[in-house]
């Protein structure tokens, strides 16, 4: 899927990166200021990528000490309020973050003068991928062949 290849590409950008710094300041003793710059930009799109990511794989980490104790249709209630208090956390944060990230347009990067929309932004397309994912896994939780599957 795209959305995985995209996450490996960042993740094998932070490790080239990452040891083009420590090449340059240790072998060469000439750091280049512009890595440690784009390593912080990276690793921040990871963490919202991969956020969504795993909201797809549905592994953030969660309690489920009486989980196994619910009957099937309770399991997926659950599920299904878990999935709309994300939804709602979405609602209040990506407005806000949305705006910030058009704000930070004018904003450049101290050393690579990147516009600072391209970092920002990473908030806002993380949050809306989580919701698209939350919002598949209601209408899996719904639909009639789930149902079935519990009998």
């Not at 390593?39 to 990528?49: E, K, T």
């Not at 399991?75 to 939804?87: E, K, P, T, V, Y």
């Not at 908030?123 to 989580?130: A, H, I, V």
Request: net charge positive; aromatic share 14%; glycine share 4%.
């Amino acid at each position: 899927m795209l959305e995985d290849q995209i996450g490996i590409f960042l993740v094998y950008m932070l490790i080239a990166l990452t040891c083009a710094q420590v090449f340059s300041r240790y072998v060469l003793n000439y750091p280049l200021g512009w890595t440690e710059e784009l390593v912080r930009y990276v690793f921040i799109w990871s963490i919202f990528w991969g956020a969504a990511i795993v909201m797809r794989h549905r592994e953030h980490v969660s309690v489920e000490l009486f989980h196994k104790f619910l009957s099937p249709a309770a399991r997926r209630a659950l599920n299904i309020f878990n999935n709309l208090c994300i939804l709602v956390f979405l609602g209040f944060i990506l407005p806000p973050a949305v705006r910030y990230a058009i704000y930070a347009h004018r904003l450049k990067a101290v050393v690579t003068e990147v516009p600072m929309f391209f970092v920002y932004i990473s908030l806002p397309m993380g949050g809306l991928l989580m919701a698209i994912h939350c919002l598949l896994d209601i209408r899996e939780q719904i639909s009639p062949s789930c149902h079935r599957a519990d009998t």
